[in-house]
């Protein structure tokens, strides 16, 4: 049984460029989730994705957006780059959104 | 109001050590509840799930009191791989909030010999 691959690992980006990080949901899950993790913060909820619908969304503007594939892996764009938006980017997949959510390793972004 | 809130931190305790995190929450629709450990640059793990009743876990005793809405996570005879970053979460019920982990801010604990 796989885990929850995310790629790249690590990013550097240019303030104003667009990014899209990548994420494979563990077998079996068909639900994925993102969160930002800031230094020295806990993760923050951006949004979730259930048989490729967004089906929840955190305090995050409408640059943050993503998409669901078929086979339940997941894409997290952003544009307009900030600062601020220098984090972790984790990705978590579960089987129905319920309990037992297995998280990505991550990946860093770093805006310059 | 911060919908998780957790002990500050840090804390550094002696190995053998006996040590508590607290944690409120504000939604008193909350449904289910988790502590995570997180090391250095590296994704949450589930420590345990909370459960009203009080659960154990070899070395590690989580409690949940929904009428106060208030978690405690008791760790004894800390060992120096304890060390990690505690993370309470919360999961709020219904709608689209369905699935939402909610995250503390996270408590970072040092075992040293």
């Known amino acids: 049984e796989t885990g929850v691959t995310q790629s790249p690992t690590h990013l550097i980006k240019t303030r104003g460029q667009q990014v899209t990080l990548r994420c494979s949901s563990q077998?079996?899950?068909?639900?994925v989730s993102w969160y930002q993790q800031a230094l020295g913060q806990g993760p923050q909820f951006i949004f979730q994705?259930?048989?490729?619908?967004?089906?929840g969304r955190g305090n995050f503007p409408p640059r943050f957006s993503g998409l669901q594939f078929p086979n339940y892996s997941s894409e997290l764009n952003v544009n307009a780059l900030e600062l601020d938006d220098s984090a972790l980017y984790l990705c978590?997949?579960?089987?129905?959104?319920?309990?037992?959510?297995?998280f990505g390793s991550g990946t860093r972004l770093t805006v310059v | 109001r911060k919908e998780v809130e957790q002990d500050p931190g840090p804390f550094n305790v002696p190995e053998g050590a006996t040590v508590a995190f607290n944690c409120t929450y504000s939604?008193?629709?909350?449904?289910?509840f988790f502590w995570y450990r997180q090391d250095c640059r590296k994704e949450p793990k589930l420590l345990m799930s909370?459960?009203?009743s009080g659960n154990e876990d070899g070395r590690f005793t989580a409690q949940l009191n929904r009428a106060s809405q208030y978690i405690s996570l008791l760790i004894r005879d800390s060992k120096l791989s304890d060390s990690a970053t505690y993370l309470c979460?919360?999961?709020?019920?219904?709608?689209?909030?369905?699935?939402?982990?909610?995250f503390g801010q996270g408590t970072i604990l040092t075992v040293h010999p």
């Open positions: 978590a997949s579960s089987f129905s959104g319920g309990y037992g959510y297995t």
């Open positions: 077998s079996g899950h068909n639900t």
């Open positions: 994705y259930y048989r490729e619908e967004e089906n």
């Open positions: 939604n008193s629709a909350s449904q289910s």
């Open positions: 909370v459960y009203s």
């Open positions: 979460v919360v999961n709020l019920a219904g709608g689209t909030s369905y699935g939402k982990l909610t």
